[in-house]
């Protein structure tokens, strides 16, 4: 065995995995604050009984200052609820997690970084006229969905591509392994989540080759796995294999709002010609390897052609983000092959720092725009009330919409939420499926046979407004068949959701999705 197997192998040797990561989420800084105001109230009974009438009418005017300033607020509606009602059931604990909230603690640095690093690299790629020229052509209301997305993100669209479908995780794991062979420039992967085991492993022996032959290799994760699946010194290691590694928002002991905005991204590029998107993460669940949660349904995309360099740019910027230099120029300069027309495909990304909201417009611009069909796969439902109101609205003017969401769940409690939307969109004709061999973990939008968004968002709050996302957009590609015979086979194995099978439920899972529903744009 040679020395470069020895260190790839040595690296399978897991680091410590803790519940550090429960300190930095907001269900961890709830449950700090309720501890501080459960001894405030034990000291105040003890020591300041005598004041206790001062302590409620500064209660009661910081409750309802707070209140009329979030009513006026340009928070979503459904937050709005979820505030006030945190506010009026406990005063002092709510307008304090309130504050710190919009208080931006250690956050306002990132997004200050994060607007000027968009800004210097807006005009890296340029969108080409007669592409959109042509699209304007075929479909008015796509080109202003195009127009719209390029403005808020300079996402491009582009028509010189080949895009190819994988229904498995399984899948795109061979294609993976296959075109990382053909590297001769550079490799980028940007993952949420990166696990030692087999799939790393095979993926990592590759890099590590390819790295020596000269390749120039980056890897990014998010801060998180330093909390569930790899050790803190995990990017030194990757770098003892000549790979350059960067952590978003890695763990240190300073408290702050920066922590509940991840990289939830999944983005591999190859020299610039190809590019892989989707799902599927970077470990063993999501290729079956072994069974976590039943079988795992996930879904990706390869992409081929002059698309790929928005890919490659979103990553350089998250890339530079997380501390990194990288000359834009110097990877996005390789030129695509040419492909015969396929299609149009808009690549984008998600930010938390803007207000655009860019992947919940472009999933409502699909439900609004839908005439027979919306097919939605995700592993989760906890939708604000316009995006409930828009689904349920589709199926009442007429349109098919089914969503396939997971017969076993990975959480609980995102799991009793979901159960909280049923019977409503029952109601309004939604079909409703789940899928009973496991998990479902893909996220995909399909329409009338021409329109298609396959990425890493979620429809849940956390991906809708708190995660970076990345996905891509595709109209009249050679694909999208393929993604609704796949939807269509997915349905077969899936049971049913009927206003009985609401009924059925069990108390504890209608109790807790009730609860955590009134909690849920805080989670």
């Given amino acids: 065995m040679d020395n470069n197997n020895e260190k790839v192998l040595s690296l399978i040797d897991k680091g410590k995995k803790g519940l550090m990561g429960l300190l930095f989420s907001r269900l961890g800084l709830i449950v700090l604050l309720l501890l501080i105001k459960i001894c405030f109230w034990i000291s105040l009974l003890v020591y300041f009984k005598d004041y206790s009438p001062y302590y409620f009418i500064v209660n009661a005017v910081l409750s309802v200052g707070i209140s009329f300033f979030i009513i006026n607020s340009n928070i979503d509606p459904t937050s709005k609820i979820t505030w006030l009602m945190l506010i009026s059931a406990m005063p002092l604990f709510g307008s304090a997690f309130f504050c710190y909230t919009r208080s931006d603690l250690g956050f306002r640095a990132l997004k200050y970084q994060f607007g000027k690093i968009m800004r210097d690299t807006n005009n890296a790629i340029t969108q080409q006229p007669d592409t959109i020229e042509a699209l304007k052509e075929e479909s ?54 990166i696990d030692e085991g087999y799939m790393w492993g095979k993926i990592l022996e590759v890099l590590a080759r390819k790295a020596q032959q000269g390749v120039d290799v980056m890897v990014m994760y998010d801060g998180s796995n330093e909390f569930t699946t790899l050790p803190r010194d995990y990017s030194k290691r990757l770098q003892n294999l000549g790979i350059k590694c960067r952590v978003f928002a890695p763990a240190t002991p300073f408290v702050s709002t920066h922590y509940n905005y991840r990289d939830h ?117 906890i939708l604000d009330s316009e995006m409930e109101t828009a689904i349920k609205f589709a199926a009442e003017r007429g349109v098919d919409v089914r969503i396939i969401l997971p017969g076993i769940p990975d959480k609980k409690t995102p799991y009793a939420l979901a159960k909280t939307h049923y019977s409503s969109l029952l109601d309004s004709g939604v079909k409703i499926y789940e899928y009973t061999p496991g998990f479902v973990h893909a996220k995909v939008f399909v329409s009338d046979d021409i329109k298609a968004v396959v990425g890493t968002i979620n429809l849940d709050y956390r991906s809708l407004y708190h995660h970076f996302e990345c996905a891509a957009y595709l109209y009249k590609t050679d694909c999208i068949p393929e993604i609704v015979e796949d939807f269509e086979k997915t349905q077969q194995l899936c049971a049913p959701v009927t206003k009985e099978t609401v009924k059925k439920l069990s108390i504890r899972t209608k109790l807790t999705g009730r609860i955590m529903k009134v909690l849920a744009p805080l989670m």
């Fill in 140 to 193: 008015t209301a796509t080109a202003q969905l195009a127009g719209y997305m390029r403005r808020s993100g300079h996402h491009p669209v582009y028509s010189n591509c080949d895009v190819r479908y994988f229904s498995l995780g399984e899948e795109k794991f061979r294609r993976i392994l296959e075109e990382l062979e053909t590297a001769e420039h550079f490799i980028m992967l940007e993952y949420f989540i």
């Fill in 265 to 381: 991204r999944k983005i591999l590029v190859i020299d610039n010609k190809t590019a892989f998107t989707g799902g599927v993460n970077l470990a063993d669940e999501y290729i079956n390897r072994y069974e976590k949660y039943g079988h795992w349904k996930d879904t990706a995309i390869m992409i081929k052609g002059d698309a790929v360099e928005s890919f490659t740019l979103m990553f350089l910027q998250m890339w530079n983000i997380a501390g990194g230099k990288a000359e834009i120029q110097k990877y996005i300069s390789h030129t695509a092959d040419s492909y015969s027309h396929n299609g149009y495909v808009i690549p984008y990304g998600d930010s938390p720092l803007d207000s655009d909201k860019l992947g919940r417009r472009v999933y409502m611009d699909i439900i609004n725009r839908a005439d027979r069909y919306v097919y939605i796969m995700t592993p989760y439902l």
